[in-house]
């Protein structure tokens, strides 16, 4: 059974207690291996992993690792200035 929390959930998330080890052992390992292109893996492994913070967080799970910290503030800062830039240039 997973840890998480109803009470700390942010709205949109539900804390199931499904344990889906399995895929994110995918996205951290095999997915990324399958890339082709070196520079397309690495930015993919932060993405992923910022993206799994959030789901951690959006649960109502603590991020106990300085790592799952760092990446998740990466995540935000980067999915932030893509938004900025497409939406300041008409792509959005």
Not at 40 to 66: Q, R, T, Y
């Amino acid at each position: 059974m997973i840890s998480c929390s109803d009470k700390k959930s942010v709205i949109g998330f539900i804390c199931t207690g499904s344990d889906e080890s399995h895929i994110w052992k995918i996205l951290h390992g095999d997915l990324i291996n399958k890339f082709h292109c070196g520079t397309c893996a690495i930015h993919a492994e932060k993405l992923f992993n910022g993206m799994h913070s959030l789901v951690s967080l959006g649960i109502g799970k603590d991020l106990v690792k300085p790592e799952y910290k760092k990446a998740f503030e990466e995540f935000v800062a980067e999915v932030n200035l893509v938004y900025n830039t497409a939406k300041r240039d008409g792509r959005l």
